[in-house]
């Protein structure tokens, strides 16, 4: 028998070994037993409700969903048609669809199991023999092992539908981004554009100052100079819009890139800013710490059955068997019928067992201490948006400011070198700060904008299925 490494025993008619599994589960229950803390109750309480949040604006609003932070032409169909062609979230839908699959497979187990069989063979100076048999079989669940692995393969497919809502929000959080990518990137070339008309125009200024004996041909390759760099940038400002539609194309799904029927949209919307529940904000309707938390469930639905592998099967099957000399005297005719009862447990298995439930042990632990990683990023992220939010708006307020002035020294500027009081490279360097501070401002507000969008990620806003 430890040959073997099982202990059987079979009784055929009438089963009549219940006794022996009396006595040898007696034995093997106190070595299956198992006293564990449930990480997943730790996991639970933790959900960062306990963190001291930053204070928030009076502008920030109260929302359910990503897409209530921002409205915008053409922005609601192009997500629609990116949860439904986007190839990376495809494959995810997939993997859950697998693990729902997965469910099946484990509650198959405790199904009756019917097989049937048919042969014939015949011999030189004989007649041909034909034998059919039909096998009913099925393995009792005295332990809840297999209903435990059923349990393991639910949470699995919780912990996958739930990594599948958080693969669609981060889906749609990128195509908004991307949306809003595409309008800084027009709205940069126009300032470009501004910028180079402006050089243009003070070239003429300095052609006609020229004539007039008031200047140098060296205020003109000056200006000529500035005029070529800004060129330069609006082809670079063109490449980079092209590239932004071909991203945002991808995450539609979409093998035409050109992006053609993008919005003539060239100014912001406005984006919300996402509240936190005070005074209490709870993480736990974030997708990806729900997906950790349903990890460690299964994890602990995993250990469950690896201490029950010490612990004996019981299997029953029926079986019925017939043979004559046609097909159809084989077909259960005059048919002979046994019943057989069996109970297998593990005798000597050098420490593979033990060894199965010291690793679904440290499986468990692992996925606890994912979790706990999980919402430290979290919280991380919350931290980090509140925190850019008042960088954002305080950097804003005063880049306005800068810009305003520049404004009023370009104009100053302008008139002092008509009037020869000021030189070209003075005048072309108070237009370069103008233009410069209007594209930061530009780079700012989409940065505030997006920034929005990670906030309201971080904070659990997605959208529905």
Same mark, same amino acid.
């Given at each position: 028998?430890?040959?073997?490494?099982?202990?059987?025993?079979?009784?055929?008619?009438?089963?009549?070994?219940?006794?022996?599994?009396?006595?040898?589960?007696?034995?093997?229950?106190?070595?299956?037993?198992?006293?564990?803390?449930?990480?997943?109750?730790?996991?639970?309480?933790?959900?960062?409700?306990?963190?001291?949040?930053?204070?928030?604006?009076?502008?920030?609003?109260?929302?359910?969903?990503?897409?209530?932070?921002?409205?915008?032409?053409?922005?609601?169909? /192009?997500?629609?048609?990116?949860?439904?062609?986007?190839?990376?979230?495809?494959?995810?839908?997939?993997?859950?669809?697998?693990?729902?699959?997965?469910?099946?497979?484990?509650?198959?187990?405790?199904?009756?199991?019917?097989?049937?069989?048919?042969?014939?063979?015949?011999?030189?100076?004989?007649?041909?023999?034909?034998?059919?048999?039909?096998?009913?079989?099925?393995?009792?669940?005295?332990?809840?092992?297999?209903?435990?692995?059923?349990?393991?393969?639910?949470?699995?497919?919780?912990?996958?539908?739930?990594?599948?809502?958080?693969?669609?929000?981060?889906?749609?959080?990128?195509?908004?981004?991307?949306?809003?990518?595409?309008?800084?990137?027009?709205?940069?070339?126009?300032?470009?554009?501004?910028?180079?008309?402006?050089?243009?125009?003070?070239?003429?200024?300095?052609?006609?100052? /020229?004539?007039?004996?008031?200047?140098?041909?060296?205020?003109?390759?000056?200006?000529?100079?500035?005029?070529?760099?800004?060129?330069?940038?609006?082809?670079?400002?063109?490449?980079?819009?092209?590239?932004?539609?071909?991203?945002?194309?991808?995450?539609?799904?979409?093998?035409?890139?050109?992006?053609?029927?993008?919005?003539?949209?060239?100014?912001?919307?406005?984006?919300?800013?996402?509240?936190?529940?005070?005074?209490?904000?709870?993480?736990?309707?974030?997708?990806?710490?729900?997906?950790?938390?349903?990890?460690?469930?299964?994890?602990?639905?995993?250990?469950?059955?690896?201490?029950?592998?010490?612990?004996?099967?019981?299997?029953?099957?029926?079986?019925?068997?017939?043979?004559?000399?046609?097909?159809?005297?084989?077909?259960?005719?005059?048919?002979?019928?046994?019943?057989?009862?069996?109970?297998?447990?593990?005798?000597?298995?050098?420490?593979?067992?033990?060894?199965?439930?010291?690793?679904?042990?440290?499986?468990?632990?692992?996925?606890?201490?994912?979790?706990?990683?999980?919402?430290?990023?979290?919280?991380?992220?919350?931290?980090?948006?509140?925190?850019?939010?008042?960088?954002?708006?305080?950097?804003?307020?005063?880049?306005?400011?800068?810009?305003?002035?520049?404004?009023?020294?370009?104009?100053?500027?302008?008139?002092?070198?008509?009037?020869?009081?000021?030189?070209?490279?003075?005048?072309?360097?108070?237009?370069?700060?103008?233009?410069?501070?209007?594209?930061?401002?530009?780079?700012?507000?989409?940065?505030?904008?997006?920034?929005?969008?990670?906030?309201?990620?971080?904070?659990?806003?997605?959208?529905?299925?």
């Amino acid at each position: 028998m430890v040959g073997n490494n099982r202990i059987t025993m079979i009784g055929l008619g009438k089963i009549s070994f219940m006794p022996f599994v009396a006595l040898v589960l007696t034995g093997l229950t106190a070595c299956a037993s198992h006293d564990e803390a449930s990480l997943s109750e730790s996991a639970s309480a933790m959900t960062g409700e306990s963190v001291t949040w930053q204070v928030q604006s009076e502008d920030a609003v109260a929302a359910t969903a990503l897409t209530d932070l921002v409205s915008v032409e053409g922005l609601q169909a /192009y997500i629609d048609e990116a949860l439904e062609n986007n190839a990376s979230l495809q494959q995810t839908l997939i993997t859950l669809r697998k693990a729902q699959v997965a469910i099946k497979s484990a509650d198959a187990a405790d199904n009756l199991n019917v097989d049937a069989s048919f042969s014939g063979a015949k011999t030189e100076n004989s007649d041909a023999n034909y034998t059919s048999g039909l096998t009913v079989s099925w393995e009792v669940d005295l332990w809840q092992k297999i209903s435990d692995s059923v349990t393991a393969a639910s949470f699995d497919a919780a912990s996958a539908r739930s990594a599948y809502q958080s693969s669609r929000d981060a889906l749609v959080a990128s195509v908004i981004r991307n949306y809003l990518d595409i309008i800084t990137q027009k709205q940069l070339l126009a300032i470009e554009q501004e910028r180079l008309g402006v050089y243009e125009n003070s070239e003429s200024i300095i052609l006609k100052r /020229y004539r007039t004996g008031l200047g140098s041909l060296d205020d003109l390759d000056n200006a000529k100079t500035s005029s070529a760099n800004t060129r330069a940038s609006i082809a670079l400002y063109e490449n980079t819009i092209s590239a932004a539609k071909r991203t945002l194309a991808v995450l539609l799904g979409r093998q035409d890139q050109s992006l053609s029927d993008f919005p003539a949209v060239t100014k912001f919307p406005e984006v919300l800013e996402p509240m936190l529940a005070l005074p209490e904000q709870d993480l736990a309707r974030r997708p990806d710490l729900q997906a950790a938390y349903y990890a460690i469930k299964a994890d602990e639905a995993n250990v469950k059955v690896a201490y029950k592998a010490l612990l004996p099967s019981i299997n029953l099957s029926a079986g019925l068997t017939d043979n004559g000399v046609t097909p159809s005297q084989s077909l259960f005719s005059n048919p002979l019928w046994n019943l057989l009862g069996q109970v297998t447990a593990p005798l000597f298995q050098g420490g593979a067992l033990r060894a199965q439930i010291d690793d679904a042990k440290l499986n468990t632990l692992n996925s606890w201490w994912q979790y706990r990683e999980t919402l430290l990023n979290a919280v991380q992220e919350v931290q980090n948006a509140l925190d850019n939010e008042k960088a954002f708006t305080q950097r804003q307020y005063y880049t306005d400011i800068a810009y305003r002035n520049a404004l009023n020294s370009a104009e100053t500027f302008s008139g002092q070198y008509r009037q020869g009081l000021v030189d070209i490279l003075d005048l072309l360097s108070v237009y370069d700060t103008t233009f410069n501070l209007q594209a930061q401002r530009v780079e700012l507000q989409y940065s505030q904008l997006s920034n929005r969008i990670d906030l309201g990620l971080a904070l659990g806003l997605g959208v529905s299925q």
